[in-house]
């Protein structure tokens, strides 16, 4: 069983849509929770993180964290195709080196 | 602002050939590292480094190899590669222990080994 999981999609939504993007992990250690974007042929850059379990807001994007369930989500409102890429959700322990486990990635498409 | 920056990015080997990836970053960070992307693998990190000099072995080390002579320079190695070493490889770095959840990556060198 991989540390963590993510549904690859692709999920594909109308433009102005809600979309939910969803992660569960098994590592109770992990304290630090990140959503990466990345667009076709580029390198993945940081969109939002956490640190523990709440909420965190950003313009359109929300980062929700549940550690007793160990459950991490990313909101997007008003969804635009711009937001068309693929989002990587990222997890830290504090022990263990500070490395940075990754999920496979969900491939978003807004359609205009 | 270069950021993290990768050379090639794109390289075609053969099966045995030898070659070596240059990762070079501008921002003074303390750690780096290099990942591979898989088609439904996400990112794996291969080897990493926690400053000059020091290098050490992440989820997916084996026929890889990496040096860090200067803060700034994190080169990794294949010596031998296989088709299996066929990926997108992206390096990437962050400040250190207390940023390490802010990880900047580089725009990727895409390999094939036939």
């Known amino acids: 069983q991989k540390e963590v999981e993510q549904d690859p999609g692709p999920l594909s939504v109308p433009e102005g849509a809600i979309v939910s993007l969803n992660c569960t992990y098994s590592n109770s250690a992990f304290q630090y929770f990140m959503w990466y974007r990345q667009y076709s042929r580029k390198g993945p850059e940081l969109l939002m993180y956490t640190y523990s379990s709440g909420n965190k807001e950003d313009g359109r994007f929300t980062a929700q964290v549940d550690k007793s369930s160990k459950y991490i989500s990313l909101f997007i409102r008003d969804s635009q195709p711009s937001d068309s890429a693929t989002y990587l959700c990222a997890m830290m322990a504090i022990t263990g080196g500070f490395k940075t486990i990754f999920g496979a990635g969900t491939r978003l498409f807004v359609k205009a | 602002n270069a950021g993290v920056t990768q050379t090639p990015k794109f390289r075609v080997l053969k099966t045995g050939q030898s070659m070596t990836l240059l990762c070079a970053q501008d921002?003074?960070?303390?750690?780096m590292y290099w990942y591979r992307q898989d088609p439904g693998m996400g990112l794996r990190l291969i080897h990493y480094?926690?400053?000059?000099?020091?290098?050490a072995k992440g989820e997916v080390p084996d026929g890889y190899n990496v040096s860090r002579l200067k803060k700034q320079n994190f080169l990794l190695g294949l010596e031998s590669a296989a088709p299996s070493q066929t990926s997108v490889y992206f390096c990437?770095?962050?400040?250190?222990?207390?940023?390490?959840?802010?990880?900047?990556f580089g725009s990727g060198t895409q390999l094939s080994v036939l």
């Open positions: 480094s926690v400053g000059e000099g020091t290098t």
């Open positions: 921002m003074n960070h303390e750690y």
């Open positions: 990437a770095s962050s400040s250190g222990q207390s940023g390490n959840e802010k990880l900047f």
